[in-house]
Protein backbone atom coordinates (compact mmCIF):
# COMPACT_ATOMS: atom_id res chain seq x y z
CA UNK A 1 0.00 0.00 0.00
CA UNK A 2 1.33 3.42 -0.67
CA UNK A 3 1.25 6.22 1.67
CA UNK A 4 2.72 9.76 1.13
CA UNK A 5 3.20 12.12 4.27
CA UNK A 6 3.46 15.27 3.76
CA UNK A 7 5.14 18.07 5.98
CA UNK A 8 6.90 20.87 5.94
CA UNK A 9 3.35 23.56 6.01
CA UNK A 10 2.52 26.38 8.78
CA UNK A 11 1.91 29.74 8.60
CA UNK A 12 4.20 32.43 6.67
CA UNK A 13 3.92 36.43 6.07
CA UNK A 14 4.09 36.99 2.14
CA UNK A 15 7.16 37.11 0.34
CA UNK A 16 8.33 34.47 2.85
CA UNK A 17 9.55 30.59 2.24
CA UNK A 18 8.59 27.43 2.84
CA UNK A 19 9.73 23.78 1.40
CA UNK A 20 7.65 21.25 1.77
CA UNK A 21 8.54 17.13 2.14
CA UNK A 22 6.81 14.53 0.91
CA UNK A 23 7.53 10.94 2.72
CA UNK A 24 6.63 7.53 0.67
CA UNK A 25 6.64 4.21 1.42
CA UNK A 26 5.60 1.13 0.22
CA UNK A 27 6.64 1.79 -3.34
CA UNK A 28 9.70 2.74 -4.67
CA UNK A 29 9.31 6.05 -6.35
CA UNK A 30 12.15 6.35 -8.68
CA UNK A 31 10.83 4.90 -11.56
CA UNK A 32 7.70 6.84 -11.24
CA UNK A 33 6.22 10.58 -12.09
CA UNK A 34 5.64 11.96 -8.65
CA UNK A 35 2.77 15.24 -8.83
CA UNK A 36 2.31 18.18 -6.09
CA UNK A 37 -1.49 19.53 -5.90
CA UNK A 38 -3.04 21.86 -3.68
CA UNK A 39 -6.90 22.58 -2.91
CA UNK A 40 -8.08 25.60 -1.46
CA UNK A 41 -11.22 25.54 0.78
CA UNK A 42 -14.09 25.25 -1.84
CA UNK A 43 -11.92 24.96 -4.63
CA UNK A 44 -10.89 21.62 -6.68
CA UNK A 45 -7.28 20.36 -6.45
CA UNK A 46 -4.93 22.14 -8.13
CA UNK A 47 -1.83 20.50 -9.98
CA UNK A 48 0.94 22.57 -9.01
CA UNK A 49 4.34 20.42 -10.25
CA UNK A 50 5.20 17.50 -11.67
CA UNK A 51 8.63 15.65 -11.39
CA UNK A 52 9.84 13.11 -13.65
CA UNK A 53 12.30 10.47 -13.19
CA UNK A 54 14.73 11.94 -14.56
CA UNK A 55 15.48 16.00 -15.62
CA UNK A 56 13.53 19.61 -15.35
CA UNK A 57 10.30 19.22 -13.47
CA UNK A 58 6.98 20.76 -14.88
CA UNK A 59 5.71 23.55 -12.98
CA UNK A 60 1.81 25.15 -13.27
CA UNK A 61 1.60 28.56 -14.18
CA UNK A 62 0.47 30.62 -11.54
CA UNK A 63 3.32 29.51 -9.00
CA UNK A 64 6.31 29.21 -12.12
CA UNK A 65 9.20 31.20 -10.89
CA UNK A 66 8.30 30.61 -7.39
CA UNK A 67 8.16 26.93 -6.70
CA UNK A 68 10.67 24.48 -7.66
CA UNK A 69 10.12 20.30 -7.25
CA UNK A 70 12.72 18.28 -6.65
CA UNK A 71 12.93 14.45 -5.42
CA UNK A 72 15.77 12.33 -3.58
CA UNK A 73 15.24 8.80 -4.55
CA UNK A 74 17.50 7.37 -2.12
CA UNK A 75 15.27 8.93 0.48
CA UNK A 76 11.90 7.92 -0.84
CA UNK A 77 10.81 11.42 -0.84
CA UNK A 78 9.69 14.54 -3.00
CA UNK A 79 9.97 17.91 -2.18
CA UNK A 80 8.38 21.42 -2.92
CA UNK A 81 10.66 24.45 -2.80
CA UNK A 82 8.08 27.31 -2.37
CA UNK A 83 9.35 31.34 -2.70
CA UNK A 84 7.80 34.72 -3.00
CA UNK A 85 4.41 32.95 -1.06
CA UNK A 86 1.63 35.15 -1.78
CA UNK A 87 -1.74 34.79 -0.18
CA UNK A 88 -3.24 32.91 -2.26
CA UNK A 89 -0.71 30.35 -2.40
CA UNK A 90 -2.79 29.43 0.54
CA UNK A 91 -3.87 26.09 0.83
CA UNK A 92 -3.58 21.94 1.45
CA UNK A 93 -0.51 20.66 -0.73
CA UNK A 94 -0.47 16.73 -1.63
CA UNK A 95 1.98 15.14 -3.07
CA UNK A 96 0.60 12.26 -5.39
CA UNK A 97 1.43 9.30 -7.92
CA UNK A 98 -0.09 9.66 -11.12
CA UNK A 99 0.58 5.88 -11.55
CA UNK A 100 -1.83 5.67 -7.92
CA UNK A 101 -3.95 8.46 -8.75
CA UNK A 102 -6.54 6.89 -5.33
CA UNK A 103 -3.75 7.21 -3.03
CA UNK A 104 -3.35 10.69 -1.18
CA UNK A 105 -1.69 11.63 1.83
CA UNK A 106 -3.03 14.11 4.55
CA UNK A 107 -1.83 16.91 2.95
CA UNK A 108 -0.02 19.63 4.47
CA UNK A 109 -1.55 23.01 5.48
CA UNK A 110 0.08 26.55 4.07
CA UNK A 111 -1.52 29.89 5.30
CA UNK A 112 0.47 32.94 3.63
CA UNK A 113 -1.08 36.12 5.99
CA UNK A 114 0.55 38.86 7.85
Known amino acids: QVQFVESGGGLVQPGGSLRLSCAVS????????MSWYRQSPGKQREWVAG???????SIAGPVFGRFWASRDNAKNTVYLQMTSLKPEDTAAYYC????????WGQGTQVTISS
Open 26 to 33: GINISTYV
Open 51 to 57: IPRAGTP
Open 96 to 103: NMPARPDS
